[in-house]
């Protein structure tokens, strides 16, 4: 079966600081994966997504995240936080054959000023 | 940008009563999709439906569940008797060409409160 992990439940980093945000995966086959984020009473809204090609993938709002086929991760960064990307980080993985997302848990990224 | 459009953003029900969720998918989408979050919680697939017909449901998706685009533009989920644990976020989502296509977007979700 196909899955993801986010091992933290929760970042926190001082605004400014790089921050990551850490999700690894176990599919069989390849990997479709995406990077989704929930602001307070929000829906989720898409950052981007890795199917193929570079593995550096770059998204909305100066995230990016990079694929590591060795380690199994897809791991969330940004160069620099700011205050406003403090919410609720979901990865997920795209089961093709059966039309479904599988989320990870979550995790909560707290920027400080 | 198009958009997946959900009402109500926030309905409370009381136990036992009948709810139903709607959602407008962008209108040159295919596949539909309801997903849920329970607060505090991941966000579950419950259903998948293409023409016209329910494509994949989970484990939730029990016989209280049921989908339906009536009128070719709006795309429901109704429950038939609420119970306590039906308490959660409802997200609407739609896509162009389902599996072969790798977009999906998402609404801004409808949060029940069952009572």
């Known amino acids: 079966a196909q899955s993801v992990a986010q091992p933290e439940d929760q970042v926190n980093v001082a605004e400014g600081n790089p921050l990551t945000v850490k999700c690894t995966y176990s599919v069989s086959g390849n990997p479709y994966l995406f990077w989704y984020v929930q602001y307070p009473n929000r829906g989720l809204q898409f950052l981007l997504k890795?199917?193929?090609?570079?593995?550096l993938v770059k998204g909305s709002y100066g995230f990016e995240a990079e694929f590591n086929k060795s380690q199994t991760s897809f791991h969330l960064k940004k160069p620099s936080a700011l205050v406003s990307d403090s919410a609720l980080y979901f990865c997920?993985?795209?089961?093709?054959?059966?039309?479904?997302?599988?989320f990870g848990t979550g995790t909560r990224l707290q920027v400080f000023p | 940008e198009p958009e997946v459009t959900q009402t109500p953003s926030h309905q409370v029900t009381q136990m036992g009563q009948e709810v139903i969720l709607r959602c407008v998918p962008i209108?040159?989408?295919?596949?539909f999709y309801w997903y849920r979050q329970i607060l505090g919680q991941k966000v579950e697939f419950l259903v998948s439906?293409?023409?016209?017909?329910?494509?994949?449901k989970s484990e939730i998706f029990d016989d209280q569940f049921s989908v339906e685009r009536p009128d070719g533009s709006n795309f429901t989920l109704k429950i038939r008797s609420t119970k306590l644990e039906d308490s959660a976020m409802y997200f609407c989502?739609?896509?162009?060409?389902?599996?072969?296509?790798?977009?999906?977007?998402f609404g801004s979700g409808t949060r029940l409160t069952v009572v």
């Open positions: 890795y199917i193929t090609g570079d593995n």
């Open positions: 439906f293409y023409n016209n017909e329910i494509s994949e």
């Open positions: 989502a739609s896509s162009p060409q389902g599996p072969s296509s790798l977009g999906y977007t």
């Open positions: 997920a993985v795209r089961d093709i054959e059966t039309d479904k997302l599988i």
């Open positions: 209108s040159n989408h295919l596949y």
